[in-house]
Structures are given as structure tokens and as C-alpha cells.
């Protein structure tokens, strides 16, 4: 079991950056693959990213492919979503997620991952 508490949401403007923090609690983090998802106002819940217990293999969804860099400090027991280049189609509640082995979905997948956090907003403006 592990709790996520995410921070570093904002309000930024188009064109702008934002880096998302996502600590982890309760047990090894090295224990947990991890994943960024995110969720505007009457739209489901979109996967950004995910990243292996080592960050070793990293994935990002189409719509976010070089712009936003996944990366994870395990001394520290955190991650992070580095934003570039926002826009406001951008804007929403990111959240972070946990996943332990045996790994049986895929990580783009919402029911991939066994614990969440509450969300960080994100909001760019045009």
C-alpha cells in the first residue's frame, strides 16, 4: 500500500511550463511502476504517462509526446511531470497513480493501477 499526495499545479499561460511533484508513502517506492493521468471538467480519465519501478522504460500518450518529460527520483520517493509548451487543451486534474506487479494491463490503462491520488490542477490559459 502507498499514498500519493501530488503537487506544483497552477495556472500557466499558453506556451509556458510546469513541473508536477508526486510523493509516495507507506512503502518502498521502488516497489511500484507509476503512471500520470489526467481529467478535464466532462471528459474521462486520459493517460499522460507512465514509468517503470526503475524509470528505465518510460511511455507517453500521443498527445503529449515531446512536450512533457516523465522522470523519477527514488531516493526521494517522488515523481515528476515536467510540462512544456502548454496549451490549454492541457487543462485539467492530473493525477498520480501506482501499480505493483504482477503488471496483467496495459499501463495506459485506467484499471492498470492500484492506488491515486487526489489531483493537482492544471490550468492554462490562451
Known amino acids: 500500500q502507498v499514498h500519493l499526495v501530488e503537487s506544483g499545479g497552477g495556472l500557466v499561460q499558453t506556451g509556458g511550463s510546469l513541473r508536477l511533484s508526486c510523493a509516495a508513502s507507506?512503502?518502498?517506492?521502488?516497489?511500484?511502476?507509476m503512471g500520470w493521468f489526467r481529467q478535464a471538467p466532462g471528459k474521462e480519465r486520459e493517460f499522460v504517462g507512465g514509468?517503470?519501478?526503475?524509470?528505465?522504460?518510460?511511455y507517453y500518450g500521443d498527445s503529449v509526446k515531446g512536450r512533457f518529460t516523465i522522470s523519477r527520483d527514488n531516493a526521494e520517493n517522488t515523481m515528476y511531470l515536467e510540462m512544456n509548451s502548454l496549451k490549454p487543451e492541457d487543462t485539467a486534474v492530473y493525477y498520480c497513480?501506482?501499480?505493483?506487479?504482477?503488471?496483467?494491463?496495459?499501463?495506459?490503462?485506467?484499471?492498470?493501477?492500484?492506488?491515486w491520488g487526489q489531483g493537482t490542477q492544471v490550468t492554462v490559459s490562451s
Open positions: 514509468i517503470s519501478r526503475s524509470g528505465g522504460n518510460i
Open positions: 497513480a501506482a501499480r505493483a506487479p504482477p503488471y496483467s494491463s496495459a499501463p495506459v490503462s485506467v484499471y492498470a493501477y492500484d492506488y
Open positions: 507507506g512503502r518502498t517506492f521502488t516497489n511500484y511502476a
